[in-house]
């Protein structure tokens, strides 16, 4: 027994000898995190030790992390929130216990061999005490979502998805409220004058060097922090919008192989520490200020398209060559290809693209549709700096197949990503129909073998097709083999299709139905936009009378001479014998 004892107290003092000397070299640091109400009830939440510890000086912010079960959210400085269940913990109060005098200035603590402090405390305790946050701190702070305005959801094929990328840390100052509204944020742009706001970047940051060659925007300034930067505009930079989205662009152009977060357009939420951000979609870029709860609404950040027709041309004829404009305007900073596919009604002959102020295009035609393609490089360069317009002049001919007294619809469609826009033109030809009549005929029965000519401004007769003959009649095209300008009543109304109501023809009765009168002057035709017109067009019976200063009225002047001298010589010889 004796000698088991002796055995037995060697080998303490063997495993004591080692230990002692452990302790003088090395160190512990016990971390123990807590949560409650400060009454005593704090809930040990997780305690961790760090063993090993060589003698020397050691930032307590290194040795910290969060614990398991944990969310980080916020940090200012080293006070972090947590987020544990659901529920917001501020960190109150830290609790740093060492062998040697932490330094509150630059958060370290120093292990010594000799301890003079503490006794014979050779390790570190450190405890974090964090108390329940319920007003200042909501579930729904600390997020990013982007909304579309209303006026663009209608025009949107699919959600908008945007890339997010944090560029700068940001600190605010204790006067800036927590809320920060949409128009602070879009577009903010960092200020060298006191904002409220600090703008920081460190040399480990995958921005860094991006950030550092461009001196053109930024001024890197070292802090008393190793390699964390204050970052200021540079002093030629002028701080608005503008500034911003020409910054995005640039920053744009590094973004691959970066960090990032997917966010979809009215749906997802980014949960996010306070920062500047780069925010990249396929329509636009912009930097967004974050510092707590942030909704984007997206406005007028998408091209528009108009259409128009010449103003000679909204009313046609057929035949007629008409003229189109489109203009597309790109918001600044716009940067996909776009396509802009034109489609006319049956009644629309495209023709050619006669005029675009850009020469980088593509164009497909058929009869009555056409697209034209325009790559991302011609957009951009468009709306580099400014919005951008982008203008084709184009014609179409009205063709045979045009309906009458029916707008001729024409819709082009912008398509822009996932943004699609449509605008119409139309023209308009009309049509009218003719009654030829006995001017005593209370019935108005239709009178056959008039013979009608169509004149126009210029008093040319205007070419008809024939659909149906003495019936129906259409303004000729180039088209057609054959054409007249003369046509005859039968047994029903004449109808003429295709004439420009903005236009100002007259009718010319040019043969009279036998045993009636031709009409001695041309009647002026009122046409009235897409509301069909009927012409009634009276002939009264008797001889025709010859032209003024032809022979017959010689030969009536003479029988008019005759019958007075008759009369008078009548009127004499009965006198006489009255007399006698």
Not at 321 to 337: C, Q
Request: proline fraction near 3%.
């Amino acid at each position: 027994m004796k000698k088991f004892l002796i055995v037995l107290l060697t080998a303490m003092c063997l495993m004591i000898i080692p230990t002692a000397a452990y302790a003088a070299d090395t160190h512990d640091v016990e971390v123990e995190w807590y949560i409650g109400d400060w009454s005593g009830n704090d809930q040990l939440l997780e305690s961790r030790s760090i063993y090993n510890i060589p003698n020397g000086d050691y930032n307590y912010k290194d040795l910290v992390w969060n614990p398991d079960g944990a969310t980080f959210y916020r940090e200012y400085g080293i006070f972090p929130i947590i987020r544990v269940n659901g529920k917001y913990y501020l960190l109150s109060y830290m609790d740093v216990r060492c062998n040697y005098p932490m330094n509150n200035d630059t958060y370290t603590i120093t292990f010594k061999e000799n301890p003079n402090h503490y006794g014979d405390d050779e390790n570190a305790y450190i405890g974090l005490y964090y108390s329940e946050v319920k007003v200042a701190i909501k579930e729904n702070k600390d997020k990013i979502k982007v909304s579309i305005d209303g006026s663009a959801n209608d025009n949107l094929t699919e959600p908008t998805t945007y890339q997010v990328y944090q560029i700068f840390d940001v600190r605010k100052s204790s006067d800036v409220q927590e809320d920060v509204t949409t128009d602070e944020t879009v577009g903010k742009m960092i200020t060298n004058e006191d904002s409220g706001f600090a703008y920081y970047i460190r040399n480990d940051s995958e921005w860094y060097d991006v950030i550092a060659s461009m001196p053109q925007y930024f001024t890197l300034i070292l802090t008393t922090e190793e390699g964390l930067y204050n970052v200021t505009l540079a002093d030629n930079v002028e701080p608005k919008e503008s500034t911003a989205i020409e910054i995005a662009a640039e920053l744009e152009k590094h973004i691959e192989g970066k960090t990032s977060t997917t966010l979809t357009a009215n749906e997802a939420n980014m949960e996010m520490n306070p920062g500047y951000y780069l925010i990249v979609s396929p329509i636009n870029s912009n930097l967004i200020l974050a510092t707590t709860n942030i909704d984007i609404t997206e406005k007028a950040q998408y091209p528009t398209i108009e259409k128009t027709i010449a103003e000679e041309d909204i009313n046609s004829s057929i035949g007629q060559l008409v003229h189109f404009t489109i203009n597309v305007k790109f918001p600044r900073g716009s940067k996909a290809s776009a396509t802009i596919t034109d489609t006319m009604d049956e009644g629309l002959t495209f023709k050619e693209i006669t005029s675009a102020n850009i020469s980088n295009y593509t164009a497909t035609a058929t009869n009555n549709t056409f697209e034209i393609n325009v790559d991302a490089d011609t957009v951009r360069a468009l709306a580099a700096n400014g919005e951008g317009i982008l203008t084709f002049e184009y014609t179409a001919l009205v063709n045979k197949k045009a309906v009458i007294n029916t707008d001729i619809n024409n819709e082009v469609t912008l398509t822009y990503v996932n943004y699609v826009q449509s605008d119409f033109a139309k023209t308009s030809t009309t049509g009218m129909k003719i009654l030829k009549y006995a001017t005593k005929d209370a019935d108005k029965n239709i009178l056959a073998g008039a013979g009608f000519q169509i004149l126009d401004e210029e008093n040319n007769p205007v070419e008809l097709y024939e659909i149906i003959p003495n019936e129906e009649y259409r303004v000729a095209t180039e088209e057609d083999a054959t054409s007249m300008n003369t046509f005859y009543t039968k047994n029903t109304l004449v109808t003429i299709n295709g004439l420009d109501a903005d236009k100002h023809y007259k009718l010319k009765e040019i043969a009279a139905p036998a045993g009636y009168n031709r009409l001695s002057s041309d009647i002026e035709i009122e046409l009235q936009l897409n509301t069909p017109i009927t012409m009634e067009v009276a002939n009264s019976q008797g001889i025709e009378l010859p032209s003024t200063g032809g022979i017959g009225v010689i030969v009536i002047y003479g029988i008019g001479a005759i019958l007075i001298i008759s009369a008078v010589t009548y009127f004499v010889i009965q006198s006489r014998r009255k007399r006698k």
